[in-house]
């Protein structure tokens, strides 16, 4: 049994794609200083396509045991979408007891007949979390009856379709009926402003977690500071101060990484670490020149079948925005130099996740004031499961961060995006070094053949979001993958080349680039969070209205408009992740890049 869905307008499928961001890169150039060994990540193999994960389409379960329960052996049935069947061989899912399966078209481990289209297998089924989900849809409609309840498909932050919430009939849950299993997401039981992006000003100042380096208020060793983070990111393996200043000074010298120069730039001195008090000759770090701006939760960057491209673990990513502060200036300030704290939340299981996903959900409860003491202790506790030390032992340093971003113009022009990782081993052990920002070439491959030649080898990859950035290309000893984004005009920066074929796969390569998503291709002035908290359009059009569209006209083809509901999936994808049965999540799409 299949719930049909509502396709949107022809204008809006169009557009399904890579809706992301990462980040930009630079030019290249001779001095090579503070090079170090590459991570992970800058080590990718020279092959832009990754395998895509299958498109499910529609899913049902038909209960073998007598009784239903929240663990009820069952057939369970899937289709994949249009053209996915020829291309996979298994959908790998969750059950909702825990289990990894692999359902299969084969005619074998429970499949009923090889080759004709239905992917099966028997694993167990919370029938109590399914008939939970309708009574839930019930309760909502009879609350808001003019409101009708839709479930939106995004393919990379593109909607493609949207169908009706419609509960299923209470005598459906039987043995040996099929029972559909459909994604349910209710956006507007989620508050953007308590449960996603945090700016309040009675939380990012909340005076026993916060400090504010230009007025010294607050607890400078509160579990929000920038102090707080370092230390515990630092752990036992290096001095917090010299984590600290190690990571800073490499704006001070150039540096080389995947053979390009980044340029130094000194100002670093003279701006931060000069008027940083110290003791004993060491960074003081409860007077951290840096003011906390921004709280972020990333569910969205998760998927129930294996990390998305940033985020380690299945949970996503927590982030943490702050503000460098200026205070060689008469009055001081927050200038525009944000250091964003990326946490891969470590959180796996499908309980685990769901529980995590709950607790987020509950701040948009009627009960939680946002900013007062019982919401702030509330998201302190959830903060904390995620950036004390030890929270990932097999990372380095036993650190959930994944990356620590920074962009920035105070230093000088024009706005450079960088992005830092803590190495595990070489030089820098236990240390943030400069690494290539994933899925952006460097600056100087933009409007170029190469570029050209590189969409238009790739651009069923880049359709489906199953791409990457070779560090090299076309030729192995030639650096593609950049390493430090700059934007030299505001908004106007995005990435093109005369020929290419495809124009929205020029579009989603771009929007994946930092200065794609931070210039043109959103509409945005550099930053979607600012030193003083405020919002880009592209985020606070959906925070005042999840359902609400912001149009951005395309840059090459200006009769295309696009519209990004970005709030909306990630309000969506926290209250499916929260109150629905983990087989529910085999509907999930990760996101390309995350930004």
């Excluded at 239903?68 to 996915?84: E, H, N």
């Excluded at 003081?284 to 990333?298: E, G, Q």
């Excluded at 700059?486 to 929007?511: E, K, M, Y």
Aim: charged share 15%.
């Amino acid at each position: 049994m299949k719930q049909s869905d509502k396709k949107v307008p022809g204008m809006l499928r169009a557009w399904s794609g890579v809706f992301a961001a990462s980040l930009l890169a630079g030019c290249g150039g001779a001095e090579n200083v503070l090079s170090e060994e590459p991570s992970a990540v800058a080590v990718q193999a020279q092959t832009a396509e990754v395998p895509a994960k299958p498109i499910v389409e529609s899913m049902e379960a038909i209960a073998l045991d007598s009784v239903l329960t929240a663990k009820t052996r069952s057939l369970i049935r899937a289709r994949l979408a249009d053209g996915q069947a020829q291309v996979h061989q298994q959908i790998p899912v969750v059950s909702d007891s825990g289990q990894q399966l692999a359902l299969n078209d084969r005619g074998v481990d429970g499949d009923e007949k090889a080759g004709d289209g239905v992917f099966s297998a028997i694993g167990d089924v919370d029938f109590v979390a399914l008939q939970a989900t309708q009574a839930r849809i019930r309760e909502f409609q009879e609350r808001n009856p003019q409101t009708p309840l839709t479930f939106a498909t995004f393919d990379n932050r593109a909607l493609v379709a949207e169908r009706a919430l419609t509960p299923l009939p209470a005598d459906i849950f039987k043995p040996g009926v099929p029972v559909p299993i459909t994604p349910v997401g209710i956006s507007f039981a989620v508050k953007p402003a308590n449960s996603l992006i945090i700016n309040h000003p009675s939380v990012i100042n909340d005076p026993t977690r916060t400090y504010d380096p230009c007025s010294n208020a607050g607890n400078p060793n509160g579990v929000w500071t920038f102090n707080h983070l370092m230390r515990e990111m630092a752990n036992t393996y290096v001095s917090p101060p010299a984590l600290t200043e190690h990571w800073l000074r490499q704006w001070t010298v150039n540096q080389n990484i995947n053979g390009w120069t980044v340029p130094a730039r000194p100002s670093m001195n003279a701006f931060i670490l000069s008027p940083w008090p110290r003791v004993s000759g060491a960074l003081d770090l409860t007077r951290s020149p840096f003011k906390l701006v921004a709280i972020v939760n990333r569910l969205d960057l998760g998927d129930n079948r294996g990390p998305a491209a940033y985020a380690s673990g299945n949970a996503g990513e927590l982030r943490f925005v702050f503000a460098a502060v200026d205070r060689t200036a008469t009055t001081c300030a927050v200038r525009p130099f944000l250091v964003i704290f990326e946490y891969g939340v470590p959180h796996a299981s499908c309980a685990a996740v769901q529980t995590w996903a709950q607790q987020w959900l509950d701040l948009s409860s009627p009960l939680m004031v946002l900013g007062s003491p019982t919401y702030n202790a509330a998201l302190a506790n959830l903060t904390q499961q995620v950036v004390t030390r030890n929270a990932s032992p097999r990372k380095p340093n036993g650190s959930a961060i994944n990356q620590i971003r920074t962009n920035e113009e105070w230093l000088t022009r024009p706005w450079e995006l960088r992005e830092f990782h803590l190495m595990a081993s070489g030089a820098s052990a236990n240390r943030l070094q400069g690494q290539p920002t994933v899925l952006t070439p460097g600056d100087s491959h933009n409007n170029t053949t190469v570029l050209r030649d590189f969409v238009n080898a790739n651009t069923a990859a880049i359709l489906s979001g199953s791409y990457t950035v070779p560090t090299t290309y076309p030729t192995a000893s030639t650096p593609f993958l950049g390493a430090f984004p700059w934007i030299p005009t505001v908004p106007g920066a995005f990435w093109r080349a005369t020929g290419i074929a495809n124009n929205d796969a020029r579009h989603q390569f771009s929007l994946n680039t930092c200065n794609g998503c931070h210039a043109r291709e959103t509409n945005t002035g550099f930053m979607h969070i600012n030193q003083h908290g405020g919002l880009s359009p592209f985020l606070a059009t959906g925070m005042a209205s999840p359902s609400t569209p912001y149009w951005v006209q395309d840059p090459v083809v200006t009769s295309v408009n696009r519209p990004f509901f970005e709030i909306r999936m990630r309000a969506q994808n926290l209250d499916s992740v929260a109150n629905q049965a983990c087989l529910s999540r085999a509907f999930d799409r990760a996101i390309t890049a995350a930004h």
